[in-house]
């Protein structure tokens, strides 16, 4: 379980969020058996999804981050629930050369897409090329870009190694467009003479020390708390339903196999098999 916390500045024109997400991104590589610079980079893509995720307003709100850089990474994907709950999905495997170069993993000719699903009629779409591939400049190429709201991202992932993680987390600050050059002034300072994410992490700094720290001389104050955590919400409902939408030809095609089928989520793992009467009656629903 991870805790993200928030606080603001006494004059409300910036919030800073900080997650330990350490539990998160060690389910990641659990699940996935991901190199250590996939593990980092996937870390960091949901660890930023989390924060924004935990943003949102509405229950059933979620956000959807997929980076595609052209690098060795694939297309990685990240997705949070307005609790700043995440699932995350990385399409191809990665050789790792030794350091842990999440850029070079990631490749710097794409995109980073934002999907918001608000529950309005259409989805909100943000994309902006990618920066750098580090994830972290990335999200904030974004937020200035395409929600002009003027945003410092700092994402960590340290991995051991037998691959397993030691300690992830971030932190993001959003400056409101009423914020004074003074306010901004002391954010930048503030900035200045501070370390690695991992680094605060790993000499014992919690969430709310380190957003507490990113706001000093702003006499901040904690906004709120929440527990994150790694959640997929497959379901066999929700297979059921991917399954109906190839069609009621290529369903029977399965069905007269005569063999059952498993459909594996890609998020968690977790397998779903159906048999081929099972099948065939998703046929007749279908035909309903």
């Known amino acids: 379980m991870g805790i993200l916390k928030r606080a603001i500045a006494k004059d409300a024109s910036v919030v800073a969020s900080a997650v330990d997400a350490t539990d998160i991104v060690a389910e990641i590589e659990r699940i996935h058996k991901t190199s250590a610079v996939v593990t980092a980079a996937l870390g960091r893509l949901s660890i930023a999804a989390c924060m924004m995720g935990y943003d949102l307003k509405n229950e059933k709100d979620t956000v959807t981050l997929r980076v595609k850089g052209g690098g060795p990474a694939g297309m990685l994907v990240a997705v949070a629930d307005s609790h700043g709950n995440v699932k995350a999905d990385v399409e191809?495997?990665?050789?790792?050369?030794?350091?842990?170069?999440?850029?070079?993993?990631?490749?710097?000719?794409?995109?980073?897409?934002?999907?918001?699903?608000?529950?309005?009629?259409?989805?909100?779409?943000?994309?902006?090329?990618?920066?750098?591939?580090?994830?972290a400049e990335d999200v904030a190429q974004y937020f200035a870009t395409s929600e002009q709201t003027p945003t410092v991202c700092g994402l960590g992932v340290l991995v051991n190694p037998d691959l397993t993680v030691n300690v992830a987390g971030g932190f993001l600050i959003e400056v409101l467009p009423f914020a004074s050059d003074a306010c901004i002034d002391t954010i930048e300072n503030n900035l200045k003479n501070l370390p690695p994410v991992t680094t605060m992490?790993?000499?014992?700094?919690?969430?709310?020390?380190?957003?507490?720290?990113?706001?000093?001389?702003?006499?901040?104050?904690?906004?709120?708390?929440?527990?994150?955590?790694?959640?997929?919400?497959?379901?066999?409902?929700?297979?059921?339903?991917?399954?109906?939408?190839?069609?009621?030809?290529?369903?029977?095609?399965?069905?007269?196999?005569?063999?059952p089928i498993t459909v594996n989520c890609h998020f968690c793992g977790k397998e779903y098999k159906f048999t081929p009467d099972e099948l065939q009656k998703l046929c007749s629903e279908e035909e309903e």
């Open 92 to 135: 191809l495997p990665l050789n790792a050369k030794g350091k842990l170069d999440v850029g070079g993993a990631v490749g710097t000719d794409g995109t980073l897409s934002v999907v918001k699903d608000l529950g309005m009629k259409e989805p909100y779409v943000g994309v902006v090329p990618l920066v750098s591939g580090e994830i």
């Open 201 to 259: 992490m790993s000499q014992g700094m919690t969430p709310d020390q380190i957003a507490l720290r990113l706001l000093d001389g702003l006499e901040p104050n904690l906004l709120d708390e929440g527990e994150v955590k790694y959640q997929c919400d497959c379901s066999r409902e929700r297979t059921e339903r991917v399954l109906k939408a190839l069609g009621n030809t290529e369903l029977s095609k399965l069905a007269e196999e005569g063999e």
